[in-house]
Every structure is written in C-alpha cells, then in structure tokens.
C-alpha cells in the first residue's frame, strides 16, 4: 500500500508493505569531505549544468574530475 501526502511546499511519501529487495549497503549521505570536495567543483565552474559536473569537466590537459567520483 501507499500514501501520498501533497503539501503546498512539497509531498510525503509513504509505502507499507514487504520489501523483500535488498537493504543498502552503506547510508547514503556525503561524508564531510565529500560535501567540500563536491563544493569546491561547483564553485569553481558556477557556469556549467549537471551534467558536464557528473562526466567530468574538460580542460586543455584532459578531463577533470567530476563531483561523482
């Protein structure tokens, strides 16, 4: 079963019943360094969209890294 809440600033979404799928492996949040890391990139190329972020961002000496690495 699910229930879905709409709220004027978003929605709430609930699903009861049995997951018989695998539970992660690992919580699914940034570390601290992560978070800098991934800061830093978007802060030094303010103009690029999310995509050219997730493929790595081309320079003169090569592809750099990109904030899903």
């Known amino acids: 079963m699910s229930v879905l809440y709409s709220f004027e600033d978003g929605v709430y979404y609930i699903h009861k019943g049995v997951h018989n799928h695998p539970m992660q492996t690992h919580v699914l949040h940034l570390t601290r360094d992560e978070r800098t ?17 997730i493929a790595g961002l081309h320079s003169l000496t090569g592809t750099r890294e990109s904030v899903a690495t």
């Open 37 to 53: 890391k991934f800061e830093q990139i978007v802060f030094e190329n303010p103009a690029t969209g999310p995509a050219a972020l």
